[in-house]
């Protein structure tokens, strides 16, 4: 975890060269760089031991429920389900001073519907999205759109992300009619195939990637050991972050977890530092 850089230092003490400068090595301890994603299948966390050990936290505030036997009027009560550990899991990172990101599990579908009422199931599950992540003042860095389900299904390829983009625009007019802020930072966690599948290799969809999503989150978890797998698993498509096991192991959470690395190269060259603030 250190890397070798250069300072330049006066020297104390005695000697020839006491009170001189002079051009030392030293060990910079990295930042840590990791994020761990949880919801409530991770149990009871002590953020106490976790603190030290993540550098940002994203965690699941809002499911579509995958019960319904349709999976569609996503509008109805019992389809919009906050996390149960959300209000929870929040509180111990603001207690700990961990930045953390709020994300949506989401399901689009039009199986037993028109587009046009699937799209406006869409602005519903933005405002329930919304209203999970920010509940009781929690104020998360950004809204993440979880997108990975193979229960969504649409009149064309380009469904999914029509009713993504719908769900993002009402998720930010929600947060400026808050006054919260003009807008909150966004990301897309999807695989490389569901991005061509669900139509975000499309012209449309690109342009929408381009100017609505900050920072695009890909799992490839080549042989899923918990460590960094090598150069030849990482995502196949540009990505900025890039969820590389589901079976890490962090001090203070019980399960094994989701750890993620940053691309500081990637398409919009973040680095650690940007997903720690709005």
């Known amino acids: 975890n250190a890397d070798i850089g250069t300072a330049t230092v006066t020297v104390k003490g005695r000697g020839w060269f006491a009170g001189n400068t002079t051009t030392r090595l030293f060990s910079i301890k990295k930042p840590n760089a990791k994020i761990v994603d949880v919801s409530y299948w991770d149990g009871d966390i002590d953020w106490d ?134 807008r909150v930072k966004t990301g897309l966690y999807i695989g490389s195939r569901g991005y061509a599948t669900f139509g975000f290799a499309t012209e449309a969809g690109e342009a929408f990637v381009a100017s609505e999503i900050d920072f695009v989150w890909i799992p490839r978890w080549g042989k899923n050991t918990g460590g960094v797998p090598a150069a030849k698993y990482r995502p196949t498509r540009a990505y900025d972050v890039w969820q ?17 690395l940053v691309n500081a190269s990637g398409p919009n060259a973040h680095t650690i530092d940007w997903y720690l603030k709005p």
């Open 49 to 182: 031991k976790v603190a030290p050990k993540v550098s940002t936290v994203f965690m699941r505030a809002f499911r579509t429920s995958l019960s319904h036997k349709h999976y569609t009027d996503c509008n109805e009560p019992e389809m919009m389900i906050q996390d149960v550990k959300y209000d929870e899991y929040a509180t111990g990172c603001e207690k700990h001073n961990i930045p953390y990101s709020a994300y949506g599990f989401m399901v689009y579908t039009n199986a037993h519907d028109t587009d046009t009422a699937a799209l406006a199931d869409a602005v519903v599950q933005g405002d329930r999205l919304f209203e999970a992540a920010f509940s009781n003042g929690h104020r998360p860095v950004s809204i993440i759109l979880d997108i990975e389900s193979s229960k969504m299904t649409g009149s064309n390829s380009a469904f999914v992300m029509d009713c993504a983009k719908a769900t993002i625009a009402r998720v930010q007019k929600r947060v400026r009619d808050a006054g919260l802020a003009q």
């Open 244 to 260: 590389y096991t589901s079976v890490g192991k962090v001090a203070g959470i019980p399960s094994k977890v989701d750890v993620s």
